[in-house]
């Protein structure tokens, strides 16, 4: 369904914002004693700009978009589904989080964000992933106002 299609498509945008890069601290020593080198801090992936995709769950399959925004380690902005099967659209927000290349997100396509049968219903989904230079690939799972609990979500977003 379009509302279960609508959780998977804002959980694949998420995941496709978060993109890790290694950044590194240096360790130090003393004149007394040495102490071990500290573990490199990687830098958090820029999310920023537009990731496409596709994104399947138990629902089906779509293709999704998302529009995304960062400021340090958080994420947010919009996302677009397209259902495969029927050609309902739905519109929603994506956010999260990125440490180095992993993300967390959270898609919420709100009750009027599809078009056709679909107006009344609403969906929420959350999950994780990973990021790849321009590549971005999760898991999600979630739940929708019309047809309950969307699972086995899988989200691949490239950048643009």
């Given at each position: 369904m379009i509302p279960t299609r609508l959780s998977r498509a804002l959980a694949v945008a998420a995941i496709l914002i978060a993109v890790g890069t290694a950044?590194?601290?240096?360790?130090?020593?003393?004149?007394?004693?040495?102490?071990?080198?500290?573990?490199?801090?990687?830098?958090?992936?820029?999310?920023?700009?537009?990731?496409?995709?596709?994104?399947?769950?138990?629902?089906?399959?779509?293709?999704?978009?998302?529009?995304?925004?960062?400021?340090?380690?958080?994420?947010s902005g919009t996302l677009t589904l397209t259902d495969n099967g029927t050609g309902t659209k739905a519109t929603g927000t994506v956010s999260g989080s990125v440490s180095g290349n992993s993300i967390t997100f959270s898609l919420s396509v709100p009750q009027g964000g599809a078009d056709g049968s679909?107006?009344?219903?609403?969906?929420t989904a959350s999950g994780q992933g990973t990021v790849s230079g321009s590549s971005l690939s999760g898991s999600y799972a979630g739940s929708n106002s019309c047809s309950g609990t969307v699972s086995s979500g899988t989200v691949t977003l490239s950048k643009q």
């Open positions: 950044g590194c601290s240096g360790g130090g020593s003393s004149s007394s004693s040495p102490s071990s080198p500290t573990s490199p801090t990687p830098s958090p992936a820029n999310l920023t700009g537009s990731w496409s995709g596709t994104a399947t769950d138990s629902s089906g399959s779509g293709l999704m978009t998302w529009s995304l925004s960062q400021s340090a380690t958080s994420f679909f107006t009344s219903c609403s969906a």
